[in-house]
């Protein structure tokens, strides 16, 4: 566990403030599950005198959360709070998921700006540099997608929301519009075994590197029994460090996403774990702004794919924000977070 510098918690007696924030997508983002014009997002502020840290997370439905759920489980802690909780032992209160990231990265922030230092220093790692992220393209025809691409085509890595048996024709159609991007598929468990044999070899073919979640978490066991020449990730597989153990053999990435892990404390763990395995490293978000981004930018320094697109894909971030230059992320202002 990576505590802060000083032995003494800066956080006791801490006061709590939680709210939802909504942001309007641009557009609107497709999976195979459905479509969304706007995000709403969880906002926490952790107080101690008049140093105040802030989380976001995402509630995630598919995971069985709404963001009602998720600031009644948050507010429940204030009088832990008061008592003296602090991160260390919020990671036991808590269960892995939304409402846990948003209060943990909320005491990054705190204890990052109580000390005087930045967060990068309190994790023990090395000054953060610039990052390329990957660009999402959301579910679409294919020729809605060949121009999407060709919009894109400046950008180094370009991850394809899957779906459909439509998915070879989206691919080409991307490599069309984008010919010498890098592709990334993300099918969200919707494909069976034996589509992900046929597809594999075409997709290689085609120039993508990996593919997400193709088989559906809780029913993945055939991936183990396969030649995989296409490299999977998990994603919705992949929550903390106790899932890692049932991934063995069915995977060669993993996509850590802080709104499953837990937040920025978990997912550190959890990254060091993967890495010990054997596993590549994948950072990953969902919709969020900014402030979801930020702790996750350092996660992502040494990963093998960078996911954190968020803010680009909507019609308004926070205003204080990342910059971003076309795919390339600056390290997120302190200002921001942590």
């Known amino acids: 566990m990576i505590e802060t510098p000083n032995p003494r918690s800066p956080d006791v007696g801490l006061s709590l403030h939680v709210t939802e924030n909504r942001f309007p997508v641009a557009g609107a983002f497709a999976l195979a599950r459905g479509a969304r014009t706007e995000i709403r997002v969880v906002t926490v502020e952790l107080r101690n005198g008049d140093v105040c840290g802030r989380g976001e997370c995402g509630p995630s439905g598919r995971d069985g959360e ?38 943990d990265c909320a005491f990054w922030d705190l204890e990052a700006k109580k000390w005087g230092v930045s967060a990068w220093q309190l994790a023990g790692l090395a000054p953060p540099l610039r990052l390329n992220t990957a660009y999402t393209l959301s579910l679409a025809s294919p020729d809605v997608l060949r121009k999407a691409a060709a919009r894109n ?19 080409e159609a991307v490599r069309a519009g984008a010919r010498h991007s890098t592709l990334i598929a993300d099918a969200n468990g ?9 597809l594999a070899p075409e997709f290689v073919r085609l120039g993508v590197v990996m593919v997400e979640q193709p088989l ?11 030649e995989r020449p296409l490299p999977v990730c998990a994603d919705e597989g992949c929550r903390d460090r106790h899932s890692l153990e049932k991934l063995n053999g069915k995977y060669d990435v993993v996509n850590i996403k802080l709104d499953k892990a837990g937040g920025l404390t978990e997912a550190l763990e959890l990254k060091r774990d993967a890495l010990t395995a054997g596993f590549d490293i994948m950072v990953g978000c969902t919709l969020g702004t900014s402030l979801a981004m930020a702790p996750a930018f350092l996660l992502a320094q040494d990963a093998r794919y960078v996911d954190l697109d968020g803010p680009l894909l909507l019609a308004k971030d926070r205003n204080t924000s990342i910059h971003y230059e076309g795919s390339l992320m600056e390290p997120p202002p302190s200002s921001l977070w942590g």
Do not use: F
Not at 216 to 226: H, K, R
């Open 190 to 198: 919707s494909w069976t075994l034996e589509r992900y044999l046929s």
């Open 66 to 103: 709404t963001v009602e759920d998720v600031i009644s489980v948050i507010q429940a802690i204030q009088p832990d709070l008061r008592n003296g909780l602090d991160r260390s032992a919020l990671q036991l209160r808590l269960p892995a998921g939304a409402a846990r990231n948003a209060l």
């Open 153 to 171: 085509a400046h950008r180094p890595l370009i991850k394809v929301q899957l779906g459909s048996d439509a998915d070879l024709a989206r691919i």
């Open 216 to 226: 559906p978490a809780n029913a993945d066991a055939g991936l183990a029994q396969i």
